[in-house]
């Protein structure tokens, strides 16, 4: 793994950050692998921002679908478009070579797949400018079924962080309220020392980088949803289905991640700061929905579910609807036969428009209830 230029002696953290110019260039990445139906959407969603101090790097990972026929006219029809080709060799190789060709202020990551909110990197921009000790941004997200149309929100009952939170982050054993890679957006000043990602992380190069990042600078949020995330078949581990495989596959990646992160942190003499997947709550789930959908018996199963319960209580992260839902849930699972605890998972645990209907229902609750709350006199 080649090794950013660092320093030996132990990094100051929060890193320092210098001040921003007045319109700070902003450098679009996007990773793309034969999704040459997508390609377009996305790239048309930033040459449409608000906000026009930006370059757009498109780095195709060796597709072999045709989309080089659907990037290339971008570049001759916009000087901000620049197209890199290469190999495929997963994910962070397209990031770091895209990285490497940008001159932004701000990097701000797009999958190929999504898309931007006109008015997101307006936004980024804006955050970082009237909160210049923060180095990482992350912020809500639109999820989209395959042809376009509107599931949820997330995240649907996490509440975001703000500020120097990589104490809790160690304590938790890398877990916060982190996004995917289309609602990331970090300085250039932290950009340095989390690139190159791993090579070998072909793909979740994204959790990488929200694992290392808060760990390094201060992180901010903005709460609108300023990226659409689509979801389809080709998504890998991303796609909020709870089977045996899905699962097998995220333990595995975040163990991988994990080890990563581990490795740049001692290169960078912040050994102090290693992480631990046996403290993520949400290694643990993993961990128990392989158990579930590997039919484990009950009697294996209840110990197991009691620990969990157990990290649900004492977990300073989640709210208490989250807990009680992933108690409810998981116990749940407990008592049906094996072949329907996938559904039951996928259908509580997964993507679905029922929740962006809770999730507005709890909004107007909320909103009655701070309304009929009488005003205190003040003296």
Not at 50 to 56: G, S, V
Not at 99 to 106: F, L, N
Request: charged content about 20%; hydrophobic content about 45%.
């Amino acid at each position: 793994m080649p090794t950013p230029a660092i320093a030996l002696a132990p990094l100051q953290t929060p890193l320092p950050l210098a001040a921003l110019p007045a319109v700070p260039r902003v450098s679009v990445i996007i990773a793309n692998y034969n999704y040459g139906e997508f390609v377009a959407a996305a790239i048309e969603s930033v040459v449409a921002q608000t906000y026009e101090n930006i370059e757009i790097i498109v780095c195709d990972d060796g597709s072999t679908d045709g989309s080089a026929d659907v990037i290339e006219p971008y570049v001759r029809r916009d000087a901000r478009v620049r197209f890199l080709r290469k190999e495929n060799g997963g994910q962070a190789s397209a990031w770091n070579m895209a990285y490497a060709e940008s001159t932004g202020d701000v990097i701000c990551a797009l999958d190929s797949d999504d898309t931007f909110a006109v008015e997101k990197v307006a936004r980024v921009v804006e955050h970082f400018a009237t909160h210049p000790d923060r180095g990482f941004l992350v912020h809500s997200m639109m999820v989209m079924d395959r042809r376009g149309r509107e599931v949820q929100q997330i995240p649907f009952l996490s509440r975001f962080e703000d500020g120097w939170i990589a104490d809790r982050v160690v304590r938790r054993g890398g877990r916060w309220r982190f996004m995917p890679s289309s609602a990331l957006a970090l300085r250039r000043d932290v950009a340095q020392y989390v690139f190159p990602v791993p090579s070998s992380l072909r793909i979740c190069a994204d959790a990488f980088v929200v694992s290392l990042a808060p760990l390094l600078t201060s992180v901010g949020h903005l709460a609108d949803p300023l990226t659409r995330y689509r979801v389809h078949g080709e998504n890998g581990i991303a796609a909020g289905v709870y089977d045996l495989k899905s699962a097998s596959n995220v333990a595995a990646w975040s163990e991988r991640v994990t080890s990563a992160v581990n490795a740049r942190l001692t290169d960078l003499s912040l050994a102090n700061r290693l992480l631990d997947a046996e403290r993520d709550l949400n290694y643990l789930e993993t961990q128990f929905t392989i158990a579930l959908l590997s039919g484990s018996s009950r009697g294996k199963l209840l110990p197991q579910y009691a620990s969990l319960v157990r990290a649900f209580s004492n977990d300073d992260l989640y709210t208490v609807p989250q807990k009680l839902l992933g108690a409810l849930v998981y116990g749940g699972s407990i008592v049906l036969p094996v072949e329907a605890r996938s559904r039951w998972l996928t259908g509580a645990l997964g993507f679905s428009r029922a929740k962006r209907v809770i999730k507005s229902s709890l909004a107007a609750l909320r909103s009655l209830l701070n309304w009929r709350r009488p005003a205190h006199a003040g003296g």
